[in-house]
T-cell receptor, first 113, second 108 residues
Framework: NAGVTQTPKFQVLKTGQSMTLQCAQD?????MYWYRQDPGMGLRLIYY???????DKGEVPNGYNVSRLNKREFSLRLESAAPSQTSVYFC????????????FGPGTRLLVL | GQSLEQPSEVTAVEGAIVQINCTYQ??????LSWYQQHDGGAPTFLSYNALDGLEETGRFSSFLSRSDSYGYLLLQELQMKDSASYFCAVDYGQNFVFGPGTRLSVLP
C-alpha cells in the first residue's frame, strides 16, 4: 500500500517547455487534488477532481490543465512553462470530496529557467 | 476574502504546551483542518473540526469557534520531533484554503 505516489521527484524545465506531472493513489479514494507550495507559504489549490470523470478549477488554475485518467490517476500538465511556475507540486487524495483527511504525495520539485 | 492568518513562528521547550492560532475572515465553510509538514516532506493530517468545540487526538487537540472566526491547535508534552510547520486549512466547498503556516521550533 504505497498511498499517493508522484513522478517525477525533481524536474528542471526551460521557459516554454511542456511537461506532465503524474499522480496515482491506491486507497480507492474518490477525490484527488493538485496543490502548489511556494517557499515559506501555504498550499494553493490548482485543480481538483471530486470524483472520477469530473475536474474543477481551484484557486490558481491559470497555466495548468488536468486529466482524471481513471479512479487511481490524476495528472497535471504545464503546456508552456514559465518561471512563475517554479514551485513544489503536491498531489493529494481523500475518500470523499470534502473528506476531512487528505493524504498527500511526496511532491515534485519543479524549477523553470 | 478567504484568507487565513497564523503566527509565522513559535518557539517552545521540550515537554511544554504550545497553542497555534488560526483566524479567518469569512463564514460559510464546512470545516477546519490542521496539517503538519516537516522540512522537505509532505503535509500530513492531524485534526479536523466540523463543529465548534474541542477535538482531541492523543497529544494534539484542535478547537474551533465559528462565532469568533477562530481556531487553534494545541500540542501537549512537546517533543523534538514536533519541530515542523503547521498549517490550518478551511474547506469552503469548492476551494480548500491553507493558511501561511506556523513554524514551530522545539528546544531541548
Amino acid at each position: 500500500n504505497a498511498g499517493v505516489t508522484q513522478t517525477p521527484k525533481f524536474q528542471v524545465l526551460k521557459t516554454g517547455q511542456s511537461m506532465t506531472l503524474q499522480c496515482a493513489q491506491d486507497m480507492n479514494h474518490n477525490s484527488m487534488y493538485w496543490y502548489r507550495q511556494d517557499p515559506g507559504m501555504g498550499l494553493r489549490l490548482i485543480y481538483y477532481s471530486a470524483s472520477e470523470g469530473t475536474t474543477d478549477k481551484g484557486e490558481v488554475p491559470n497555466g495548468y490543465n488536468v486529466s482524471r485518467l481513471n479512479k487511481r490517476e490524476f495528472s497535471l500538465r504545464l503546456e508552456s512553462a514559465a518561471p512563475s511556475q517554479t514551485s513544489v507540486y503536491f498531489c493529494a487524495s481523500s475518500e470523499i470530496f470534502r473528506g476531512e483527511t487528505q493524504y498527500f504525495g511526496p511532491g515534485t520539485r519543479l524549477l523553470v529557467l | 476574502g478567504q484568507s487565513l492568518e497564523q503566527p509565522s513562528e513559535v518557539t517552545a521547550v521540550e515537554g511544554a504546551i504550545v497553542q497555534i492560532n488560526c483566524t479567518y475572515q469569512t463564514s460559510g465553510f464546512y470545516g477546519l483542518s490542521w496539517y503538519q509538514q516537516h522540512d522537505g516532506g509532505a503535509p500530513t493530517f492531524l485534526s479536523y473540526n466540523a463543529l465548534d468545540g474541542l477535538e482531541e487526538t492523543g497529544r494534539f487537540s484542535s478547537f474551533l469557534s465559528r462565532s469568533d472566526s477562530y481556531g487553534y491547535l494545541l500540542l501537549q508534552e512537546l517533543q523534538m520531533k514536533d519541530s515542523a510547520s503547521y498549517f490550518c486549512a478551511v474547506d469552503y466547498g469548492q476551494n480548500f484554503v491553507f493558511g501561511p503556516g506556523t513554524r514551530l521550533s522545539v528546544l531541548p
